[in-house]
């Protein structure tokens, strides 16, 4: 008789004990039959550890560390010292719906290629609306913009089943991200680089660029409240979501087309920042400025800037494996969104997609 495999829930968090109190209770009643759920903690300091302990006892296992290591940091740390055949790593300002599990491990267990995969993620407080940060799925188009099924740049979708078959995309939300245990290792995790803000997208590439498959499962819903840690205006956000969109493009685009991709967005990036002027909001403007003075100084800084896991990883990489493109928009999802006035995904031609 097979077995079933185990489940890990891993909720990071720091200072967020109004978010565990609300949604801790919908995680317990998770049906899966082999499932632990573990609160790592990033050096919180409003009682969120002496909450957990106290209300939850052995039913949570609490991993502390010593201080706040960002999003990308805390998990590694984390992850490390939890043992299953499957992580999920969940935001803590997530409600799950019962049997949210059970449809995302049966289509990873049908499949050994597929490393990693994301439910629906709907809006916790409209609920008949896509979240923001997943959506039904990530894409990213030929200039690495990343943008959603459900959710293309500001523009959000209402939810009336138009992307209920699951099917296979290009990144897997971080609020809720299942993966294999063993791909996590063979990757290293999370690049610490980032810090946080699209380290799921920089995950997945990796995984993808050695030929695995991510997939979006249409069966499984969550609700995200979203901006629990940094809302949609903070400037850091907009730093990080800057900085970061560009070492994705260093680090997993092929040398050459990285080369002039990065360039073009550099001029790109330029035009948001005369917008953000335009609109008055400096400080919006200098965190575009503050992003690439960090990018390029990181091309001077290699050794310190990147994270030892994913230097050690480096050196296992084997270049044998074909890339799955699958997922990658072909055009420019601006041009598409801003010129041509397409603001839904199923405005794009599926042609368009590898």
């Known amino acids: 008789m097979s077995t079933q495999p185990t489940v890990a829930v891993i909720i990071l968090n720091w200072n967020g004990i109004h978010h565990l109190k609300q949604f801790l209770p919908s995680v317990l009643n998770s049906t899966w039959p082999d499932l632990h759920i573990v609160v790592g903690d990033n050096g919180s300091s409003d009682g969120s550890v002496a909450f957990v302990q106290s209300e939850y006892g052995d039913r949570i296992k609490v991993i502390g560390?010593?201080?706040?290591?960002?999003?990308?940091?805390?998990?590694?740390?984390?992850?490390?010292?939890?043992?299953?055949?499957?992580?999920?790593?969940?935001?803590?300002?997530?409600?799950?719906?019962?049997?949210?599990?059970e449809p995302v491990i049966a289509m990873m267990e049908a499949d050994d290629r597929i490393a990693a995969a994301a439910p629906k993620i709907k809006a916790f407080d409209r609920r008949t609306y896509f979240e923001h940060a997943g959506a039904a799925g990530g894409f990213i188009d030929n200039l690495g913009y990343p943008f959603c099924r459900g959710r293309l740049f500001f523009d959000v979708e209402e939810d009336r089943g138009q992307y209920d078959e699951s099917g296979e995309v290009f990144w897997a939300s971080g609020a809720a991200l299942f993966i294999r245990s063993r791909c996590w290792r063979e990757t290293g995790g999370f690049d610490e680089q980032f810090f946080a803000h699209m380290e799921e997208i920089d995950l997945c590439w990796r995984l993808k660029n050695k030929g695995y498959k991510v997939m979006y499962c249409a069966q499984s819903t969550v609700y995200h409240l979203g901006g629990g840690?940094?809302?949609?205006?903070?400037?850091?956000?907009?730093?990080?979501?800057?900085?970061?969109?560009?070492?994705?493009?260093?680090?997993?685009?092929?040398?050459v087309r990285s080369a002039w991709v990065i360039g073009f967005r550099f001029w790109l990036d330029f035009l948001a920042l005369i917008r953000f002027l335009g609109e008055g909001k400096r400080k919006d403007a200098w965190a575009v400025s503050r992003a690439h003075q960090s990018f390029v100084a990181s091309f001077f800084k290699q050794s310190r800037k990147k994270s030892k896991v994913y230097l050690e990883k480096m050196h296992h990489e084997q270049p044998q494996h074909v890339a799955n493109l699958r997922g990658l928009y072909k055009r420019s999802i601006v041009v598409q969104f801003f010129v041509k006035k397409k603001t839904r995904f199923t405005d794009l031609n599926p042609k368009d997609f590898h």
Request: net charge neutral; charged share 20%.
């Open 65 to 101: 560390n010593d201080k706040n290591y960002g999003y990308t940091g805390g998990y590694n740390r984390v992850v490390d010292q939890v043992a299953a055949d499957y992580y999920i790593l969940l935001n803590s300002d997530i409600e799950v719906t019962p049997g949210w599990i």
């Open 229 to 255: 840690t940094l809302n949609t205006e903070n400037p850091f956000k907009t730093y990080l979501n800057f900085r970061n969109n560009l070492l994705l493009l260093k680090k997993n685009m092929p040398p």
